[in-house]
């Protein structure tokens, strides 16, 4: 009987983490395959071809005291995810294709909800940690 119950239990266990959402990749591997190459591993700007860019790439860590000591993720998401704005000159490529997959609600900062990439939202949570203190 005990048996019995203990092999029931483990297939639930199964069953309900097979059921569990994807929580997919993380940000800190997402900025490892897309954005060290050019703003460099601790986000300064200084990878390995940022050189070789007619323009510097952004220094990713002074991102929130540039914005009075909150980190502009809204913006952020919007860099990233394709927006060039009339000042990016297209340099950035769009990262929206790569991070398109499952969407989670995620409330800006005035308090609207908006369905995002859940990669986006990873992505610029990573950014975030790499804040000069």
């Not at 097979?18 to 897309?34: E, K, R, T, V």
């Not at 340099?91 to 908006?114: K, Q, Y």
Request: aromatic residues 6%; contains cysteine; proline residues 9%.
């Amino acid at each position: 009987m005990r048996k019995a119950k203990r092999a029931i239990l483990i297939g639930l266990s199964v069953i309900v983490a097979g059921c569990a959402p994807d929580a997919g990749p993380s940000g800190a591997m997402l900025y490892q395959q897309n954005c060290v190459a050019c703003h460099g591993v601790s986000g300064a700007g200084d990878g390995p071809l940022a050189g070789d860019l007619p323009v510097t790439p952004a220094n990713l860590r002074g991102l929130a005291a540039a914005n009075d000591g909150v980190f502009p993720a809204e913006d952020v998401m919007a860099k990233v995810y394709g927006y060039r704005g009339r000042d990016f000159d297209a340099l950035m490529p769009e990262f929206g294709p790569v991070l398109d997959g499952p969407t989670v609600i995620w409330t800006t900062p005035d308090g609207r909800e908006l369905e995002t990439p859940q990669a986006l939202v990873a992505l610029t949570d990573y950014v975030e940690t790499l804040q000069d203190p």
